[in-house]
């Protein structure tokens, strides 16, 4: 199953820094059986939203780091929207929830997630912490969910009766 990874740093895009998150979800994605396109593009809100459209052309999942804080030029939840077809709040919730009961910076965090086509788009936070604590929230549902995006049957799993 194909999935992407865009990271969104002024400093990566410069070449400034290494891009230790997108190289952790890389990493994590491969480990879950992924095949792993990559881009980084600036804090720039109109190019992180054609890369989401562009990446979600290919692939079943697109996984963004990076720009959901409350910087002058984190925009990324901004651009995402204007991409979204359908939100799904509860995964920003419970990724904002599990944040939260680690640091109190959890508060700042504005990522969203939703649908473009069949594709589950997800805004993680910049930091490798942040991608790591947030893929594993997303992991135990990923599967379920981009059954459902395919339009696959599924099995809905009781958690109790």
């Keep these: 199953m194909n999935a992407a990874v865009l990271t ?11 891009d ?20 980084v593009v600036a804090d720039e809100a109109e ?7 562009e990446l979600a052309a290919g692939a079943a999942l697109v996984l963004t780091t990076g720009g959901t804080g409350l910087g002058p030029r984190d ?8 991409v ?4 799904a709040p509860g995964i920003a919730e419970a990724l904002r929830a599990d944040s939260i009961a680690k640091t109190p910076h959890g508060l700042l965090s ?15 936070p910049g930091s ?12 135990p549902a990923l599967g379920h969910a981009l059954s459902l ?13």
């Design 20 to 39: 230790t998150s997108g190289d952790l979800l890389d990493e994590l994605l491969r480990g879950d059986g992924y095949d792993v396109e990559r881009r």
């Design 8 to 18: 969104i740093s002024d400093r990566v895009s410069r070449g400034a820094v290494e």
């Design 84 to 87: 979204l077809q359908r939100e």
């Design 75 to 82: 925009v990324t939840p901004e651009a995402t929207r204007t």
């Design 110 to 124: 504005r990522g969203v997630a939703g649908v473009v086509g069949r594709t589950l788009v997800v805004n993680l």
């Design 128 to 139: 490798p912490g942040g991608c790591r604590d947030g893929y594993a929230v997303l992991r």
């Design 149 to 161: 995006l395919a339009d696959e049957p599924t099995r809905h799993a009781q958690t109790s009766p």
């Design 47 to 53: 190019r992180i939203a054609a890369s989401i459209e």
